[in-house]
Antibody, heavy 116, light 108 residues
Framework: EVQLVESGGGLVHPGGSLRLSCTAS????????MTWVRQAPGKGLEWVSY????????YYTDSVKGRFTISRDNAKNSLFLQMNSLRDEDTAVYYC?????????WGQGTLVTVSS | EIVLTQSPATLSLSPGERATLSCRAS??????LAWYQQKPGQAPRLLIY???NRATGIPARFSGSGSGTDFTLTISSLEPEDFAVYYC??????????FGGGTRVEIK
């Protein structure tokens, strides 16, 4: 069974940093591109970042470029999102999802709250 | 950036009725469109990809159609567990991947 488990969310002040993790199991992690998608409270889904299986191709949505960094450790079946210079508008549940075009498996999400 | 517009925002129907949800793209996405279902407090679930292909384990009452800029998700006969929010998503031209704003299917 495919499982994705996010961790690392929490409350942070504006301008602060957080590192999210996503641990995968039940499939060959190194064969798949992986994605972060977020959802602000009561809002819709927003694609955030993508890493190809080898980390050779990485994309970000414009609003996080220069502030967020996606990375992965295939030996540890883990995906990461380093978030710096956090803003109020980054408050959301952050999901990791398997895939780069369609997302056929999702984690349960981790809540990031940016507030003073 | 390709903008996806979903309509209606809310659909009020009774169990057993047919649901028809629309997604319109600001430019052609060919057939590179997916549909997701999200229930409160849960992660989204992939229902349909490439406009009309059901994902693994998705019941046959869910079907997708369309190409280019106009797409439809149809639920042939609503079950109690189908009341949820539905999102469309394109992968024709990215980054960025984009989602529609969602359609809430609620019990009438």
């Amino acid at each position: 069974e495919v499982q994705l488990v996010e961790s690392g969310g929490g409350l942070v002040h504006p301008g602060g940093s957080l590192r999210l993790s996503c641990t995968a199991s039940g499939f060959s992690f190194s064969d798949y591109g992986m994605t972060w998608v977020r959802q602000a409270p009561g809002k819709g889904l927003e694609w955030v970042s993508y890493s190809s299986s080898s980390s050779g191709t990485i994309y970000y949505t414009d609003s996080v470029k220069g502030r967020f960094t996606i990375s992965r450790d295939n030996a540890k079946n883990s995906l990461f999102l380093q978030m710096n210079s956090l803003r109020d508008e980054d408050t959301a549940v952050y999901y990791c999802a398997r895939g780069g075009g369609w997302f056929d498996s999702w984690g349960q999400g981790t809540l990031v709250t940016v507030s003073s | 950036e390709i903008v996806l517009t979903q309509s209606p925002a809310t659909l009020s129907l009774s169990p057993g009725e047919r649901a028809t949800l629309s997604c319109r793209a600001s430019e052609s996405v060919d057939r590179y469109l997916a549909w997701y279902q999200q229930k409160p407090g849960q992660a989204p679930r992939l229902l349909i990809y490439d406009a009309s292909n059901r994902a693994t384990g998705i019941p046959a009452r869910f079907s997708g159609s369309g190409s280019g800029t106009d797409f439809t998700l149809t639920i042939s006969s609503l079950e109690p567990e189908d009341f949820a929010v539905y999102y469309c998503q394109q992968r024709r031209n990215w980054p960025p991947l984009t989602f529609g704003g969602g359609t809430r299917v609620e019990i009438k």
